[in-house]
């Protein structure tokens, strides 16, 4: 679904990288109501407004989109040297 006032080549790539990744387009997502990861009807799995408007973004539904953004190992603290100071 292309974002109001976003330009259209990057509407394109973006649907491109979503296509090789997960062999569907978001617009072909959106059109089926289904997750472009698990294939599934997304808004069932979107069980809250930021799930929700993630899904109008990402064409993932909220479990998908946490399952892959989760961090396993905890937040990760930057130290001073990390930074380099």
């Known amino acids: 679904m292309p974002i109001e ?3 259209p080549e990057l509407t394109r790539i973006a649907e491109e990288l979503c296509k090789d990744m997960h062999g569907i387009t978001n617009a072909e997502a959106f059109s089926k109501g289904i997750c ?3 294939k599934e009807p997304a ?8 799930g ?20 396993e190992e905890g937040p990760d603290e930057l ?7």
């Not at 808004?43 to 930021?50: D, G, I, M, R």
């Not at 929700?52 to 961090?71: H, L, P, T, V, W």
């Open 43 to 50: 808004l069932p799995k979107c069980y809250s407004e930021a």
């Open 52 to 71: 929700r408007r993630e899904y109008r973004i990402s064409g993932m539904c909220e479990k998908c989109f946490d399952a892959a953004f989760a961090d």
């Open 5 to 7: 006032g976003q330009n």
């Open 79 to 85: 130290t001073k040297e990390d930074l380099g100071l």
């Open 36 to 38: 472009v990861e698990c």
